[in-house]
């Protein structure tokens, strides 16, 4: 009861085969990493927050305003190139950041790591530009599909191996919308 069909209310009627994370359980572990991260820093030396867009934006917004410290906001796109359920780690940078990080402290905001690819790359790369610190915040980790090992110092939930969307997360851009986390029905993308 109560999850027949958890996309129906959303436009996405028979698409989604189960919620993984409702929106409760999502804004009650965003408010405890926004603490975690917050007991970590200071306001002497604000973090940075680098959302990765696109998945990551609504977890960053809701994100930044958990945060119980100042925190500034900047933007980065990347494409991994793959197919359309996984990636290859072949990164592009499709926007970049418009300010420069040295000393700064950067906490980047990731909405998923699967194979950990597309964030080793972007640790590498941010890490070049002479950061004081990078942290790493993922919202959802599949633990059982990381194929780089990458330190993730703060995550909200391990999840299964199956493909996910809602909360930021697309499926050929649909999705994003949803306001929590559901399985996507096999016959979507088989
Ligand atoms: P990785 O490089 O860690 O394999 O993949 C990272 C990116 O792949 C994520 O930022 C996300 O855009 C996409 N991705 C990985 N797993 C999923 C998933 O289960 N659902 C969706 N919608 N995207 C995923
Ligand atoms: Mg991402
Ligand atoms: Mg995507």
Redesign the pocket.
Known sequence: PGDVDPGAGYGYPGELAATLIAENALQEKIRALAAAVAADHDSEQPPLLVC?L???VMFVTDFARAMPIPCELEFMAVS?Y?SA?????V?RILKDLDRDITGRRVVIV????????????LLKNLASRGPAAIDVVAL?R?PE???VEVEVRYIGFD?P??????YG???AER?RDLPFVGL?GEHMYR
């Open positions: 990765v696109k998945g990551a991994s793959g359920t996984s990636s290859s780690g990164v990731e909405d998923i790591i699967d194979s950990g690819l597309t964030l080793s790359w959802l599949k599909a990381v194929k999840i191996t199956d493909f996910v969307v809602g997360l697309d499926f999705y996507l």
